[in-house]
């Protein structure tokens, strides 16, 4: 007989095989090679969250604020005592987005642009919101009434012209803010919105040049116990730190370092993310206390560091475009870094679990701009608002599509091929969502498949439908239902793939049924 046909005997008569794998918890991974990843990442991982114990469809979006003329570019949560107001700007024009729904008149009209920084700001004199973009007067809202701050305004900001005053932050009971397109920064009095501004020039400080880009605030324990430092960075990645309570007093002031990284990314490139500061640069999404210690030399300390190769690739392609920002949001453990594909038309976002740093790409929020309110996720669209994240698990009456590709796995026996005939998801979902699981072999990423189609279920209401007649929906339950696979090869990666519209869907784990031939078949 020869080789060959005793070779698909083997094959043939070998005994099925089955195999556990966890859903990949561990994320989308971007760095590793194909060849040696772990079992619970995932080559592809689109629109599905890791959780500690599972890999759940993301939340969906709905259309909180409609009507809005043009992009909404930027987005404002002005928050004193126990008033909470979202606002929206776009087409030059700033909205009051806070009941949702259709909007009306604009409250601010005639702006230059809609591209604004803001803060809260409170004093003895009230709570106030500081709003500015570098090219026309910087905003001051009080809770009722907004104003245009000039010189001659009430309240006024004198000794620098106030349309050059760009990103604005709080530090130590002074507004700070820095100057458009230098290397100087402006502050005003002790807990004070107006008054004669003073400046500090890092002209002498910035061996590199260029300008300042975004201004926060750094909380760290540098051995005296934890302090706030103001923190600046400039157009070539100086990251400039100062601690004190008075620039004017070099017995309070003192500049405690500068440090070098990558280029920053977008205006804001900067977020306060619990006491640490997070950065985000061409060279990743640092958290400021490890980057300035060690950052080129050991990229790992990145919080981006296990998607480093798309966040590299997205970052050459999309540098220049507006859009780029991070957001967290602890209601879903969840940290957002937008990136703007396509400017004002094609976002996605990286997101990361805060608890276990694993991460995943969500798409179709299609976002300028992110704001948290009330707890949850707001984005700014073309022409609405968007609330994030919703649990009716629907994109704008629309169906989420998601996309997982797990790691290519050996299943425990290197250069043995391997005939894959079935494999059997276990997901817990209150429904029937259009789910296909597929097999990749031999490192292909390919997608094959047909984008998945799902028609939903109405269910009865309560209170209204009839009983023995309406169809009521149920809990979620657990679904483990077998599915036939093709694929002959020395590994494979489990594919799944879902369409689904008001269904939650969480995935536990996958059962795959294989056989095994000789060695090099």
Do not use: H
Not at 321 to 339: C, D, E, P, R, S
Not at 377 to 382: K, L, Q, S
Not at 417 to 434: C, E, H, L
Request: proline residues 3%; aromatic residues 12%; hydrophobic residues 40%.
């Amino acid at each position: 007989m020869a080789r060959s046909a005793r070779q698909r005997m083997m094959v043939q008569g070998a005994a099925a095989q089955v195999a556990s794998l966890p859903a990949p918890i561990g994320g989308w991974n971007a760095r590793d090679s194909l060849a040696n990843m772990e079992a619970t990442d995932a080559v592809q991982l689109t629109n599905m969250f890791p959780t500690v114990s599972s890999v759940n469809l993301r939340g969906g979006y709905q259309q909180f604020a409609t009507g809005i003329p043009g992009q909404v570019e930027s987005l404002f949560n002005y928050s004193g005592g126990n008033s909470e107001k979202l606002f929206a700007v776009a087409g030059g024009k700033i909205y009051n987005v806070t009941s949702g729904g259709a909007v009306g008149a604009a409250v601010v009209s005639g702006l230059t642009n809609s591209k604004w920084e803001y803060v809260n700001v409170s004093t003895p004199g009230g709570a106030f919101m500081y709003c500015a973009n570098g090219t026309d007067a910087p905003l001051l809202y009080n809770g009722t009434t907004w104003t245009a701050i000039t010189a001659i305004s009430t309240p006024a900001i004198t000794g620098v012209t106030t349309t050059t005053l760009d990103d604005v932050t709080l530090f130590k009971n002074r507004v700070w803010f820095i100057q458009k397109n230098t290397l100087k920064a402006w502050y005003l009095p002790t807990s004070s919105v107006g008054g004669a501004a003073e400046q500090l020039d890092l002209s002498s400080i910035c061996r590199f040049g260029g300008y300042l880009v975004a201004i926060g605030t750094w909380t760290i324990d540098a051995g005296y116990g934890a302090d706030d430092n103001l923190v600046f960075v400039t157009s070539n990645g100086e990251i400039i730190a100062y601690r004190g309570t008075d620039p004017a007093s070099a017995s309070t002031w003192a500049l405690i370092g500068v440090w070098k990284l990558g280029t920053p990314i977008g205006k804001r490139c900067m977020f306060k993310y619990s006491g640490d500061l997070l950065i985000l640069t061409l060279d990743g999404l640092y958290p400021l206390a490890s980057a300035v210690q060690s950052s080129r030399l050991d990229p790992r300390i990145a919080l981006s560091d296990k998607i480093q190769g798309a966040f590299a690739e997205a970052t050459r392609a999309y540098q220049n475009n507006f859009g780029w920002q991070i957001i967290y949001n602890a209601k879903n453990n969840a940290l957002f870094v937008n990136v703007p594909v396509a400017e004002g038309s094609q976002q996605q976002q990286y997101v990361m679990n805060n608890i276990t740093k694993a991460w995943s790409n969500f798409t179709n929020w299609n976002a300028n701009c992110w704001e948290i309110y009330d707890d949850d996720p707001y984005f700014g669209g073309n022409g609405f608002v968007g609330k994030a994240w919703t649990l009716d698990y629907q994109d704008n009456a629309a169906n989420i599509q998601a996309v997982t590709l797990q790691a290519f796995n050996y299943y425990g026996s290197r250069g043995v091929k391997k005939y894959f005939t079935r494999a059997r998801p276990s997901i817990f979902t209150n429904g029937q969502p259009a789910i296909f699981v597929g097999m990749n072999v031999d490192f292909d990423v390919s997608d094959t498949t047909a984008a998945l189609s799902f028609s939903p279920q109405t269910y009865a209401i309560w209170d209204s439908s009839l009983w023995g007649t309406g169809l009521w929906g149920t809990d979620a339950t657990i679904t483990n239902n077998w599915q036939g696979i093709t694929g002959i090869g020395y590994c494979g990666a489990i594919q799944m793939k879902s369409a689904s519209k008001g269904l939650q869907i969480e995935w536990a784990s996958t059962d795959v049924v294989y056989q095994t031939g000789w060695a090099g078949i």
